[in-house]
């Protein structure tokens, strides 16, 4: 892809922000300073099925706390959540909480209101995911190198319950930074929200790499944003629809992303 053709591209994805990364590639001649990290699927585990744990957790926080002031029974919850689950991953979870509550008759300014967003958000602290395997090993190995790690994800979770649920899993220790789509109101493969995360450890987008399993959020936002991209492939289509971003390094698992570091010629320790 041309350079022409990459500047074109990225000022598409920012809809005209002047800001413009130029394009990088494992062979470039920037040290590397960060990892960026996707979080669901890549360092962390999904859960199968239409509704996963810890959204039953948050609903469930939901209807006890509204339950206080007048019955409410959890299919009419459900069944609310599922008309406006699309946009969970792009608005803050309080206020994703407070239209739940809204939509049940519960108006913003009712104290009970407040008290059962607040159980809603609160509700994951305690979740426990299932860590993906080979996680931290490479986050040890990342973080003895003395580079920067950051997670910037697509998720529903504020950054702070992101960072409940790290902790919960023994993740939280190596993690500089985190940035969650329902904070920011922007979702990768924007290249907005991979700036901000980088910004905050002071690292330029040519000294970062960044790990996912999605060809078009994780892949395409961070070349976007002039980050060098790893594909962690869980399946050939995923491969397929990379395959002419330029110089892409695919993994079938994170044990190979340190031998993929290792080899980056521009790796060194700070």
């Not at 999904?46 to 810890?54: T, V």
Request: proline share 4%; with cysteine.
């Amino acid at each position: 892809m041309s350079s022409r053709s990459c500047n074109f591209l990225r000022r598409v994805a920012i809809n005209g922000n002047s800001t413009l990364r130029g394009c990088r590639s494992f062979g470039g001649e920037k040290v590397i300073k960060a990892v960026s990290l996707d979080l669901w699927g890549t360092i962390i585990e999904n859960e199968k099925g239409p509704l996963e744990s810890y959204t039953l957790m948050k609903l469930e926080a939901l209807r006890y706390s509204l339950s206080k002031y007048r019955s409410i029974e959890i299919d009419d919850l459900l069944r609310t959540y599922m008309k406006i689950m699309r946009y969970k991953d792009t608005i803050p979870p309080r206020l994703f909480a407070r239209i739940l509550a809204l939509l049940q008759g519960f108006e913003p300014s009712n104290p009970v209101t407040e008290e059962a967003v607040r159980a809603y958000e609160e509700a994951v602290y305690a979740y426990k995911p299932k860590v993906m395997e080979g996680a931290q090993i490479l986050l040890e190995y990342v973080k003895k190198r003395g580079l920067k790690v950051v997670v910037v994800s697509n998720t529903s979770f504020s950054a702070k319950a992101i960072a409940k649920i790290l902790e919960n899993s023994g993740l939280l220790q190596y993690i500089d930074y985190i940035v969650s789509s329902a904070d920011t109101e922007v979702v990768k493969p924007n290249p907005r929200i991979f700036y901000a995360a980088l910004k905050a450890v002071n690292v330029e987008p040519s000294e970062a790499v960044h790990l996912g399993d999605s060809c078009v959020r994780d892949v395409i936002g961070a070349y976007l944003a002039g980050i060098k991209p790893i594909l962690l492939a869980r399946s050939e289509e995923a491969i397929e629809l990379c395959r002419q971003i330029p110089e892409l390094r695919v993994v079938k698992s994170l044990e190979e992303v340190v031998k993929v570091l290792e080899e980056a010629s521009s790796l060194r320790t700070r």
